[in-house]
């Protein structure tokens, strides 16, 4: 199976002076995308966001509610909730010795706020926030808090009417509980949830059983405990740090980072390794690696959960191999055992200076996007830019849902595309591609080539 780009990469800022960095991308239930990242160009950093559509084309311009805030913004993250709105969390820098945890839902629509809400705020710093969506019991967000001396990780849950759960207040709670967990520093957390909402898991990265390795929890929608903390990593030597998590099955999840391990790694500094796992903590098979490329430094992944059960790494990568002139982004494809389904990609076009700081997630219709933090505009004068890539794991087979659903072929491949059972528009672009309407009002456009339209059942 073939790992292809779909279309153009494409440069997502029109903002231009100044370091524009730090994105993160998410799907929306229309097909479509949108990508918030910081724009370090005015006195005071600010998050912006831009909404795509399902082709990658812009809908309306950039946005931002900087002039809602007070001091520098940072590291965001973006969820649409189960009403359609945005979570847009950023950690804000208004006191002048602390940092909070700020967020707000948005219009998709307008852009305009629609609830503030300041889900994290102690007398110490908050940082490295993650939220998630649990569809219709609410949202989760999750984040490293230094009011102790070295650092724990909390969660916060809203409900779909944006009232704290969990049982709460803002403060949130830890999530952290073992004694040695306790006793050293907690950070970098992720968060990621099953498909219904049910349950999610939290990993984080641990420094203080042993060098450094992961660790994690699972709860159900309400906070309440499924598994109690355990390790994710199976070999402890060296430092493993920086993990992301993604859902893949009812009672499965897939965690990545990178490891420092010389002996179970790539023998070229740090790797990108992975290992599923049930939900009860136990491992399904045995902890790999997700790099082929394996010179000098793979770091930072990120990891999001495919349509058909599998999942995709990517991460930064500074093999230099192939047609890198410095860091770039790869991406690997896995089916839900595990297993690398196709080659190992270079994710971005432009390739001059670095491409570092990847952000993913899986589109509606089985397609991926992944942005990042391009450095080839920082030599004009212009500062980074975040730029972002479709890619196209399907290999040509593409079905729809039960729900509404745009569907999009591919140019250089003969789809296979199948409609559900909602009011769908299938467009098979280039390549002579076969059609199959369903029971709905579909709408076939099969493009250009020796094309086969079956209208459906109704």
Known sequence: MTTLKWRNEILVNTTQPGNQDQSAVAALADGGFVIAWRDDGLADSIIRWQRFNAFGARIDGERDDGASFGGDQS?????????????????????????????????????????????????????SARVATLGGQGSVAVWTDLTSTTGDIFMHGVTAAGVNSFGTVAAGVIVNTNAGSLAAAQFAPDVAASNDGQRFVVVWQDDGLTSGDIRARVFDFSGGQITAEFGVNVFTSSSQQAPAVAWISPTKFVTAWHSFDPTSGDGSSTAIKYVIRNMDGTAQGAERLANSSTHDTQINPVICALNDGGFAIAWADNSLNGPDSDQAIRLQVFDGAGEKRGAEIVVNTTTNSSQIEPSLTTLADGRIVVSWTDFSTFASGNGTSIRSQIIDPRDGIIDGTSFVDLLYGHDLVNDQISCGDGDDTAFGLNGSDQLFGAFGSDVLDGGKGDDYLFGGND
């Open 75 to 127: 590291a965001p993250a973006v969820v649409q909730l189960f009403d359609g709105s945005l979570w847009i969390t950023q950690q804000d820098f208004d006191a002048p010795a602390n940092s909070d945890i700020e967020g707000s839902t948005y219009s998709l629509a307008t852009g305009g706020r629609i609830l503030f809400r300041q889900p994290i705020v102690t007398a110490n710093n908050e940082q």
